[in-house]
């Protein structure tokens, strides 16, 4: 189903591989042995992972195996209770969640959380509010660097909304939106804190497949205009398997396998913990075209069941 | 008539600035910090000690009660409000009662219950008049001041990165902080505008009302908390607003009905806007979630 070319990886020391391209660079991200427990329960545990510096990676898992919660330590809005994160190999440990975005990381939420009370502009400016550099009393007294920095923001906000096509609805409020428009502007958002990963859960929820591919098209424009790593959070299958070039699963809070697009598709593992233990049968097949099969057999069965009501129906009609 | 409505919009004007402070904490930190009329007691003395004993110009006064009201206010909210961050309303409400006794319980000790006669501060602006009406120094300065402080503020919060902060802080502190915002940080300085403005209230009515005690802040704190209540909390016009009706009731109904009346109708008027509009005149609309 993968519609690119091939990534190439090497490993790298660590916990993981990263694309050939990025070996220059080293990983933006590390992580090993991550984990977090509330009160006995492990969310997530031995979360190791590294990514590329160009890389796009996603992150899948049915629901409830800890994606999110993935998502948010490393962000820090949870303090992880075991393991170390490296970001651009510095120790993001005892630092805030606003820290952390200043040192490089930038998410969007699976429900969309826009200031909604704010105007498209100043959404995107919320964003660089670490990168305009003036002080209290220079806004207070109006200062010319006031004036110069506000100018620059303002500028920088429309260059970065004209990339994604909202330049114009730079004065709308957050609010009044519509829908996919709203899922951009958060997306703007968190580029404008100039990360070095972006984090996005679930970018392609309540969109419809001509907005996928929108938002596929999009997310590689960020990847090859920013020269930053996308790790995406999804369920929808066709946009997984058709940007990522490194995918890890998770269930129950455990990573039960990494890999590219092929490699996923192809994991008994993966397979069971998405269908079942029909995995015996189905094994060998891809598991887009396992999973498609399984839907169809349930339609079959389920029609089957039908009919038979309905001939019991006619039955008793005849009596 | 228009006597009364000048000095009501006067006496508004004071309740104005001070419910600015209680409702920009109440948007930005979500509490209501009942001390707040307190710090408008202590700036009324940090004035009178330096104008008064040490004759400082009136601008330095002024400035120095504004330094050390802000700086309380951060060390407050420091001290007793950010380690109850994630505690229930309720402790931070009671927390907040408790400041406001330390406060003027300290300023009983420091100054005893004696009042002081607070010189006019305002004296050097000359009186206006407008046909046959006249309008003291007093209540130009305070209306002209308030005015300022509003435009100021409004200003502040729609223009400039840190009250674009302070307005996602209000939205949203989690969202806020993953992009990157110090919300700490912005809640301090939500706290310190707050006290430096109302350091600037009390010496405004300590001017109009020049009687200097421990208590002088508790009615006017409260009226000011119904101000920002009436016109709805959380919204920096509506507490201008409120303000300034509540003054001008206040004032109408000490001139027309009874001067001992006069609160009792304020906090009246405050029930029957409560019941017809429980978000007061500007409040926003909360919508349920669910």
Same mark, same amino acid.
């Given at each position: 189903?993968?519609?690119?070319?091939?990534?190439?990886?090497?490993?790298?020391?660590? @916990?993981?591989?990263?694309?050939?391209?990025?070996? =220059?660079?080293? @990983?933006?991200?590390?992580?090993?042995?991550?984990?977090?427990?509330?009160?006995?329960?492990?969310?997530?545990?031995?979360?190791?992972?590294?990514?590329?510096? !160009?890389?796009?990676?996603?992150?899948?898992?049915?629901?409830?195996?800890?994606?999110?919660?993935?998502?948010?330590?490393? !962000?820090?809005?949870?303090?992880?209770?075991? =393991?170390?994160?490296?970001?651009?190999?510095?120790?993001?440990?005892?630092?805030?969640?606003?820290?952390?975005?200043?040192?490089?990381?930038?998410?969007?939420?699976?429900?969309?959380?826009?200031?909604?009370?704010?105007?498209?502009?100043?959404?995107? $400016?919320?964003?660089?509010?670490?990168?305009? $550099?003036?002080?209290?009393?220079?806004?207070?007294?109006?200062?010319?660097?006031?004036?110069?920095?506000? $100018?620059? %923001?303002?500028?920088? %906000?429309?260059?970065?909304?004209?990339?994604?096509?909202?330049?114009?609805?730079?004065?709308?409020?957050?609010?009044?939106?519509?829908?996919?428009?709203?899922?951009?502007?958060?997306?703007?958002?968190?580029?404008?804190?100039?990360?070095?990963?972006?984090?996005?859960?679930? @970018?392609?929820?309540?969109?419809?497949?001509?907005? !996928?591919?929108?938002?596929?098209?999009?997310?590689?424009?960020?990847?090859? !205009?920013?020269?930053?790593?996308?790790?995406?959070?999804?369920?929808?299958?066709?946009?997984?398997? =058709?940007?990522?070039?490194?995918?890890?699963?998770?269930?129950?809070?455990?990573?039960?396998?990494?890999?590219? @697009?092929?490699?996923?598709?192809?994991?008994?593992?993966?397979?069971?913990?998405?269908?079942?233990?029909?995995?015996?049968?189905?094994?060998?097949?891809?598991?887009?075209?396992?999973?498609?099969?399984?839907?169809? $057999?349930?339609?079959?069965?389920?029609?089957?069941?039908?009919?038979?009501?309905?001939?019991?129906?006619?039955?008793?009609?005849?009596? | 008539?228009?006597?009364?409505?000048?000095?009501?919009?006067?006496?508004?004007?004071?309740?104005?600035?001070?419910?600015?402070?209680?409702?920009?904490?109440?948007?930005?930190?979500?509490?209501?910090?009942?001390?707040? *009329?307190?710090?408008?007691?202590?700036?009324?003395?940090?004035?009178?000690?330096? *104008?008064?004993?040490?004759?400082?110009?009136?601008?330095?006064?002024?400035?120095?009660?504004?330094?050390?009201?802000?700086?309380?206010?951060?060390?407050?909210?420091?001290?007793?409000?950010?380690?109850?961050?994630?505690?229930?309303?309720?402790?931070?409400?009671?927390?907040?009662?408790?400041?406001?006794?330390?406060?003027?319980?300290?300023?009983?000790?420091?100054?005893?219950? /004696?009042?002081?006669?607070?010189?006019?501060?305002?004296?050097?602006?000359?009186?206006? /008049?407008?046909?046959?009406?006249?309008?003291?120094?007093?209540?130009?300065?305070?209306?002209?001041?308030?005015?300022?402080?509003?435009?100021?503020?409004?200003?502040?919060?729609?223009?400039?990165?840190?009250?674009?902060?302070?307005?996602?802080?209000?939205?949203?502190?989690?969202?806020?902080?993953?992009?990157?915002?110090?919300?700490?940080?912005?809640?301090?300085?939500?706290?310190?505008?707050?006290?430096?403005?109302?350091?600037?209230?009390?010496?405004?009515?300590?001017?109009?009302? #020049?009687?200097?005690? #421990?208590?002088?802040?508790?009615?006017?704190?409260?009226?000011?908390?119904?101000?920002?209540?009436?016109? *709805?909390?959380?919204?920096? #016009?509506?507490?201008?607003?409120?303000?300034?009706?509540?003054?001008?009731?206040?004032?109408?109904?000490?001139?027309?009905?009874?001067?001992?009346?006069?609160?009792?109708?304020?906090?009246?008027?405050?029930?029957?806007?409560?019941?017809?509009?429980?978000?007061?005149?500007?409040?926003?609309?909360?919508?349920?979630?669910?």
């Amino acid at each position: 189903m993968s519609n690119q070319k091939e990534t190439r990886y090497v490993d790298v020391p660590g @916990p993981g591989r990263i694309p050939e391209r990025d070996k =220059g660079r080293g @990983p933006v991200l590390e992580c090993t042995h991550l984990g977090i427990e509330f009160g006995g329960l492990k969310a997530v545990e031995e979360f190791n992972i590294a990514v590329g510096a !160009t890389e796009i990676g996603g992150l899948i898992g049915p629901n409830g195996a800890g994606k999110t919660t993935v998502f948010n330590l490393l !962000t820090k809005v949870y303090q992880p209770t075991h =393991g170390v994160i490296l970001l651009d190999g510095k120790d993001t440990h005892g630092m805030s969640t606003a820290q952390v975005n200043q040192a490089g990381i930038a998410r969007t939420f699976q429900n969309i959380r826009l200031f909604d009370k704010l105007s498209v502009e100043d959404n995107v $400016k919320v964003g660089m509010h670490n990168n305009v $550099k003036y002080h209290l009393p220079s806004s207070v007294f109006r200062l010319p660097k006031f004036w110069q920095e506000e $100018k620059r %923001a303002h500028e920088s %906000a429309l260059e970065l909304l004209d990339i994604f096509g909202m330049a114009d609805l730079a004065d709308v409020k957050a609010s009044s939106l519509p829908y996919g428009a709203q899922r951009r502007l958060e997306i703007v958002r968190a580029l404008a804190t100039k990360p070095k990963l972006l984090l996005l859960d679930e @970018p392609a929820a309540g969109m419809n497949p001509s907005e !996928t591919e929108e938002l596929m098209n999009n997310i590689r424009k960020i990847r090859d !205009t920013f020269g930053i790593a996308v790790l995406l959070i999804e369920h929808d299958m066709n946009l997984v398997m =058709g940007i990522c070039e490194n995918i890890i699963v998770l269930n129950f809070g455990k990573v039960i396998a990494k890999g590219t @697009p092929e490699e996923i598709q192809n994991d008994p593992v993966v397979i069971e913990a998405y269908l079942g233990s029909q995995a015996d049968e189905t094994g060998s097949e891809g598991f887009a075209a396992s999973a498609a099969k399984e839907a169809q $057999k349930k339609k079959a069965e389920k029609e089957k069941a039908h009919m038979s009501e309905v001939e019991e129906a006619s039955v008793d009609v005849e009596e | 008539m228009l006597d009364y409505l000048i000095s009501g919009i006067s006496l508004g004007s004071v309740y104005a600035i001070i419910a600015l402070g209680y409702t920009m904490v109440y948007g930005i930190a979500k509490m209501l910090n009942f001390a707040h *009329g307190d710090i408008i007691m202590i700036g009324g003395y940090a004035a009178f000690c330096t *104008g008064y004993y040490l004759h400082w110009p009136v601008w330095l006064a002024v400035l120095f009660a504004v330094v050390v009201c802000t700086v309380l206010g951060v060390v407050i909210e420091k001290l007793a409000y950010k380690p109850l961050r994630n505690a229930t309303s309720l402790a931070v409400l009671i927390t907040a009662i408790g400041v406001s006794y330390f406060l003027q319980n300290v300023a009983l000790l420091i100054w005893t219950s /004696n009042p002081k006669a607070f010189p006019n501060m305002l004296s050097f602006i000359p009186y206006v /008049n407008i046909g046959r009406i006249q309008i003291t120094g007093t209540a130009l300065g305070t209306v002209v001041t308030c005015i300022v402080v509003m435009v100021a503020l409004t200003l502040f919060t729609d223009k400039t990165k840190m009250g674009k902060a302070m307005r996602t802080v209000s939205e949203d502190k989690g969202a806020a902080s993953l992009m990157g915002i110090n919300v700490n940080g912005t809640i301090s300085l939500t706290f310190a505008i707050g006290s430096g403005l109302a350091a600037i209230a009390g010496v405004l009515l300590c001017s109009a009302y #020049p009687t200097l005690m #421990p208590t002088t802040g508790a009615m006017p704190g409260i009226k000011a908390f119904t101000a920002a209540v009436f016109g *709805g909390i959380g919204s920096i #016009p509506g507490a201008m607003i409120g303000g300034i009706l509540l003054g001008v009731i206040e004032i109408f109904a000490k001139a027309y009905i009874s001067t001992q009346l006069s609160d009792a109708i304020v906090f009246a008027v405050l029930i029957i806007v409560l019941i017809v509009k429980p978000t007061g005149l500007l409040g926003k609309k909360i919508t349920e979630k669910v």
